[in-house]
């Protein structure tokens, strides 16, 4: 169904029938460490290079979720994901064990709601039974791939973000009683100019409101519809920034209402986890959604959340030509229950 | 509609209202020439960069596709659209211009098809009114990205493709008079081991085969049904290999019903176009689908058709790493009067 002009609504509101999340090291000390389906003690996960490693979590994410939403993989009708990775190879190598047919996609860090929005569509549209949808990341091949090499060590200023190692995958399904997809809105690109690689949160900010206030427009709703409205990864400053963007377009969300995976993911205070300025990467949405807001759900602490997952959409060679970031948000409304309005 | 199970058959048949195609030099002298809107002299179309170039190209189709469809950059839903470069810069960039929701999205050379199919889903599940769905690739860009400086003028042994310059873009709406989209078939991932980044064509045959029979048995059609059934850019090597597979698997095409967009945008006999074993790149067979074969449907020469784009979904860092090349064909139908079947 066209609502608005940028948002689906799910007319027969596809059930998230299973999830599965697998992190790393930094994240298993994390606040959120208790609800990962797996916290690997070691970066390498005994793979030789940092690409394999990558691949490996959302293999092993993959097999979990099927294991979760109990059903067998010959049951999957599709398989939608990407990463951050040049050709987004860990997604197109973990397909070709899955053997499903696979959908790439590609939205740097907006990949997971990408995902979950395009796959909930074959479910909704009556073209697929499951689709599993998924992404990841791993800090070290992301560091690798767009900064420096990572034996270098390289020092970062506090506005950078920390790549979170992790995969989180999603199934969904015709029914079930678990929490119900009700509607996506797709972003569009929003770019104020910011060209600087260290500071993505500045960058986002303004494409997770664009989209939110798109959202809130197109289904006329005001913020107080939802428990939570959380976005992907901008992290301290960007936080900082979408919050004043919100009194600036006069979208009145509670503060207590409004949270970041960024910031969610790692404790920077009584830890001190040595993050910057928060997490980030395509897996950072997709394991606290997945892991985290997906079990408040279940145990009733959560009833209706909207997930903006946010994307920086440029290569560190689009950064050499001097290009500014192009970013992007996509949002996801995930309901207890289903939208009964 | 849920047909077979990796078959999307669009109940309400969206129409390609409008297309557009620009391509450089090298695309200007081959056979197929006449039947593109734009043709360029140059291959850095007075950018400063192969990348920018390539967005370039990109960029114009775009302009060109909405002029040809006769409607305004407004009325557009949604864009997508992927190409070859390192996180879809290409496209994001554009998309950016568009200021357009956008959906962005990676299938190698198979991109082209994967963007129509998810388009014409938007506009058959009733969530758009008009989607564009492009794709573009650039000989140097991608040269340079993908295996040595341009500038090196490096040896190819014969079974290398040549990457076609160009973009090619499609609208998709809900009505009017041209050819339909009819239905589309996902691929999965095919890899039989081939390490070998010279020699796509072989890689990519057997997905493309698998693609076809999965699409035929799905629909339980005969390859009769249609005019012409047209793989990507398998070139002379997986033009072949995909002929002895149709054989193998018991799949009756008709060699004059069976062509290949790679085969057909270069004339390698007569001029003795210097492109290896044929063309490749997402943009090939966009071209040439775009081009010349939508052109030869609306003049009424070809009434049902099946294009497989196919892509090989490796990265430079994956050959080097020795992984094998995981291939992908994805298929849409077009039919001019719509499938009444």
């Known amino acids: 169904m066209r609502i608005g002009r940028h948002t689906w609504r799910f007319a027969n509101q596809p059930v998230i029938i299973g999830t599965s999340t697998v992190v790393g090291p930094e994240e298993g000390k994390g606040p ?12 390498d996960l005994k793979e030789p290079s940092w690409e394999k490693a990558e691949r490996k979590l959302l293999e092993q994410a993959s097999q979990l979720a ?3 939403a109990n059903i067998t993989q010959d049951d999957l009708d599709y398989f939608v994901g990407g990463d951050l990775m040049n050709q987004i190879i860990s997604n197109s190598f973990a397909a070709r064990g899955l053997g499903v047919p696979y959908i790439g996609v590609f939205g740097a860090c907006s990949t997971s709601m990408e ?11 009556g073209n697929a039974n499951f689709v599993m949808a998924g992404t990841c990341s791993h800090n070290c091949s992301v560091e690798k791939q767009f900064r420096y090499p990572t034996e270098y060590g390289s020092q970062k200023p506090p506005t950078a973000q920390y790549t979170v190692t992790g995969a989180g995958v999603a199934i969904v399904g015709k029914k079930g009683n678990g929490p119900k997809v009700t509607a996506a809105t797709i972003g569009k690109i929003v770019d104020l100019g910011i060209k ?4 993505m949160g500045a960058a986002m900010a303004p494409a997770a409101v664009d989209t939110i206030q798109t959202h809130l427009t197109d289904l006329k709703r005001s913020p107080a519809y939802y428990d939570m409205i959380v976005t992907g990864d901008l992290s301290t400053v960007g936080y900082g920034i979408a919050k004043d963007l919100f009194k600036k377009h006069d979208i009145n969300i509670q503060t207590t209402n409004y949270q970041d995976c960024g910031l969610m993911m790692y404790d920077m205070v009584k830890q001190k986890q040595d993050v910057q300025a928060g997490g980030s990467g395509a897996a950072c949405s997709a394991v606290v959604t997945y892991g985290h807001i997906l079990k408040r759900m279940r145990q009733g602490e959560l009833k209706k959340v909207m997930i903006v997952a946010t994307g920086a959409l440029m290569s560190p060679l689009s950064y050499q030509q001097g290009e500014s ?6 949002a996801v409304t995930i309901e207890m229950g289903g939208d009964e309005s």
């Open 115 to 125: 995902a979950l929005a395009l796959g909930s569509l074959l479910v909704d549209s």
């Open 32 to 43: 959120l460490a208790a609800d990962f389906d797996f916290v690997h003690e070691d970066l």
């Open 325 to 330: 970031i192009p970013c992007i948000a996509h």
């Open 66 to 68: 099927i294991v979760n």
């Open 196 to 199: 600087d690689p260290f500071n």
